[in-house]
């Protein structure tokens, strides 16, 4: 591992930095053994960065209440902060409001926030369930195209085991017929020579 | 007999050295400068900037639209109190909606970039799997040649030996000519 600070200088690790050359390019002695490494870094870089982070979206995609949370509390506050405006309004103006206007206002903007919370929740909904099903489609999608890729290379990795088990067999059947046809072409020699002396 | 193969004419081409190192040099380049950014997307992704900035810009155009020119007249509607409380309401749950599509999106994307790292470093390992795999076949056949090679050499020695023990003690009988005939035809049958 070499140390580096990046643009942003931040101390950072380069995995299998090797040493440079004149013109400022690593050197790749064992370009197998540094293919390697990269990509098993890549997927320790992934596990140490992003696992959890994965994990989290996935539950937040699934259970996330955020926006009908919000939008209860916020018909509250946005009632509370209506009459504050009136109130400061009036005042502003030194109207007054005779308590019959007073008792209209006030239920008016207990109805209004009422309705408004009712509308508000059933809009938040609908929003969060469109929002949650976004999300869980393009992890869905992530994690397809990830199931994909890992299934082929799962297959290649079985055909590489099945070519490796045939040319072992194949070089076993062949070494043992060599064997054979050697020690069958000495005996078949020596016989002959016993027979002949 | 050829000469042995020299290690050194089976070393990679300077054209493939040198794009070994450019190769190394990009990737040591991305994950310098890159990776770190979209860390950052990460982090930021988490956090809730998007979504204050959204309602203070949401709260602050229903204050100006319904408040900014405050009347007389305007304290006297009862019904306007109301009316603002559910612009409020409203214009908040809008602004809350955007922000965590915002937020979604930016999570969606941050994992679709390091998924696709991942991915790429798992087909990057299969292609170095492949790569061994190549080399071990290639190097299993070529011990089964030499195996073969010594067997076919140990043959010819072992038939060279009886071969010349008659020619020499019995040079003029029939097992003589015989066995100058037979060994002289048995490499080739065991050399393969």
Redesign the interface.
Known sequence: MER?F???G?L?E?????QQ?NA?????SD??K???G??????E??VK??RD??LK?IER?TT?T??ID??RE??KV??R???E??GR??S??G?Q?TPA?LQ??QR??Q???T???I??LS??RI??RE?NQ??LS??IN?GQ??NR??QS?LG??AA?AS??KQ??DS?KA??KA??Y??AG??AS??I??AF?? | MGSKPKKQDYE?SEEE??S??????N??FF???Y??LL?DM?DQS?SDDNRRALRGRASADT?QAL?SE???M???N?????????A???Q??VA??SA??IK??A??N???V??G?????????????????SD??TR??NK?AV??AR??A??KV??AT?GGA?EKFAPD???GK??KE??EA?PS??G?
């Open positions: 580096y990046d643009v942003r931040r950072g380069a995995a299998y930095a090797g050359t400022g390019l690593p050197v790749v370009p197998q540094t293919f390697a990269i990509t098993r870094g890549e997927y870089d992934y960065d992003y982070f994965e979206q995609a996330d955020s926006l919000s939008a916020d018909s946005a009632g902060i209506a009459g405006v009136a309004n009036v502003r103006y109207a409001l206007q209209q206002q008016g903007l109805r209004a926030t309705l408004g919370s509308q508000s809009d938040s929003a969060q929002a976004a999300l393009d992890l992530i195209d990830l890729s890992s290379q290649n990795a590489d070519a490796r040319a072992y070089a062949q070494s060599q064997t046809s050697t072409s000495l020699a020596a002959i020579a002949l002396v | 990679a050295k040198v070994a190192s450019v190769a190394k040099a990737y040591d994950k310098q400068n990776a770190p860390k990460r988490m204050m408040t405050p009347t007389y305007k304290t006297q009862v019904e306007g109190t109301g009316d603002l409380s559910q409020l309401g409203g908040l749950g809350d909606k965590l599509g979604n999106k999570a969606s941050v994992l679709g390091a998924r790292q991942a991915a790429d470093a798992a087909s990057g390992m299969a292609k170095a799997s492949r790569l061994a795999t071990a076949l299993a056949r089964l195996k073969n067997n076919a140990i043959g072992a038939g009886i008659f009988s029939n097992l015989f066995s037979f060994f048995l049958q065991v393969g």
